[in-house]
């Protein structure tokens, strides 16, 4: 009868351990309860699924737990700066900030951890969103220089734009300041590669998912490169198609939550009418 309370007690307080401590008592247990077998103790087996069951429960019950107290701690950073925005943090820093909760928030998920656990950060994490977007703007106005074309460089055109800085353009005709400018490199690449110029853009597929409404447009004459800048060309995309991809990755990170139904339309505005391109 001793032997059967000392098996209990060992199965009503699981040690907290990690996987090699848990193998470890594994093996101790199963000879001890082949030992108790011997003695005409039963069912050894089953005891020890049982105890191995309730160590795995422990030790998973130990990683949600860190898993709350990490998701709690950058919530707690986190709130001073969505209900304030006196904040001394830099964009590139509250930029850092919500990556750090994005990642806490899918750790969190990947634990098993609760949306009841989950909600609180999610929450946080859109409002980090939307301050970077108002510090950002609510209308942003990026200029994108194209290189001189073969034909402009055969006539001996010149590049007259000067960029002193990535905000600013100087033109012959006066001075500019956008909200970012991509300026070519050099050669006949253009300013800023694809992925640099999206980069600017990518945060608003999220507000998008949020419920914000959002809209991304390329102006200028003929020939200018709109078209490269918002579809590029295979393996070298464009804002367009790098969006749709950013958006079906957003998409499936909440699938297990929400129902997402996503719809498409493309339309021309051409001498004033406007045509369904996708029309039948």
């Given at each position: 009868?001793?032997?059967?309370?000392?098996?209990?007690?060992?199965?009503?307080?699981?040690?907290?351990?990690?996987?090699?401590?848990?193998?470890?008592?594994?093996?101790?247990?199963?000879?001890?309860?082949?030992?108790?077998?011997?003695?005409?103790?039963?069912?050894?087996?089953?005891?020890?699924?049982?105890?191995?069951?309730?160590?795995?429960?422990?030790?998973?019950?130990?990683?949600?737990?860190?898993?709350?107290?990490?998701?709690?701690?950058?919530?707690a950073e986190t709130e001073v700066i969505t209900t304030s925005i006196s904040g001394t943090l830099s964009l590139e820093e509250l930029r850092n900030l919500k990556e750090r909760l994005s990642d806490e928030i899918a750790q969190a998920?990947?634990?098993?951890?609760?949306?009841?656990?989950?909600?609180?950060?999610?929450?946080?994490?859109?409002?980090?969103?939307?301050?970077?977007?108002?510090?950002?703007?609510?209308?942003?106005?990026?200029?994108?220089?194209?290189?001189?074309?073969?034909?402009?460089?055969?006539?001996?055109?010149?590049?007259?734009?000067?960029?002193?800085?990535?905000?600013?353009?100087?033109?012959?005709?006066?001075?500019?300041?956008?909200?970012?400018?991509?300026?070519?490199?050099?050669?006949?690449?253009?300013?800023?590669?694809?992925?640099?110029?999206?980069?600017?853009?990518?945060?608003?597929?999220?507000?998008?998912?949020?419920?914000?409404?959002?809209?991304?447009?390329?102006?200028?004459?003929?020939?200018?490169?709109?078209?490269?800048?918002?579809?590029?060309?295979?393996?070298?995309?464009?804002?367009?198609?790098?969006?749709?991809?950013?958006?079906?990755?957003?998409?499936?990170?909440?699938?297990?939550?929400?129902?997402?139904?996503?719809?498409?339309?493309?339309?021309?505005?051409?001498?004033?009418?406007?045509?369904?391109?996708?029309?039948?």
């Amino acid at each position: 009868m001793r032997s059967r309370r000392s098996i209990d007690s060992l199965h009503a307080q699981p040690a907290s351990c990690d996987s090699g401590v848990l193998s470890t008592v594994t093996s101790h247990l199963r000879s001890a309860l082949v030992s108790a077998m011997a003695a005409g103790i039963s069912d050894s087996d089953y005891l020890v699924q049982r105890t191995i069951q309730d160590l795995k429960l422990h030790r998973s019950q130990e990683v949600k737990n860190q898993l709350r107290m990490d998701l709690s701690r950058i919530v707690a950073e986190t709130e001073v700066i969505t209900t304030s925005i006196s904040g001394t943090l830099s964009l590139e820093e509250l930029r850092n900030l919500k990556e750090r909760l994005s990642d806490e928030i899918a750790q969190a998920k990947q634990g098993g951890l609760s949306e009841k656990d989950i909600c609180q950060a999610e929450t946080h994490r859109r409002r980090l969103h939307n301050v970077i977007e108002d510090l950002k703007g609510q209308i942003r106005v990026f200029c994108r220089i194209r290189p001189l074309s073969e034909k402009e460089m055969l006539l001996g055109d010149t590049q007259v734009l000067n960029t002193p800085d990535d905000m600013t353009v100087e033109a012959p005709f006066g001075v500019f300041g956008f909200d970012s400018v991509f300026a070519p490199a050099g050669g006949r690449t253009f300013g800023g590669a694809q992925e640099q110029v999206f980069q600017d853009c990518k945060d608003l597929v999220q507000s998008a998912v949020d419920g914000h409404n959002v809209s991304i447009f390329a102006y200028d004459q003929t020939g200018a490169g709109k078209t490269h800048t918002m579809y590029g060309s295979q393996g070298d995309e464009g804002i367009a198609p790098r969006t749709i991809d950013e958006l079906f990755k957003i998409i499936k990170n909440v699938s297990h939550r929400y129902s997402v139904t996503a719809a498409g339309s493309m339309m021309e505005l051409h001498n004033n009418n406007l045509v369904d391109l996708l029309a039948a």
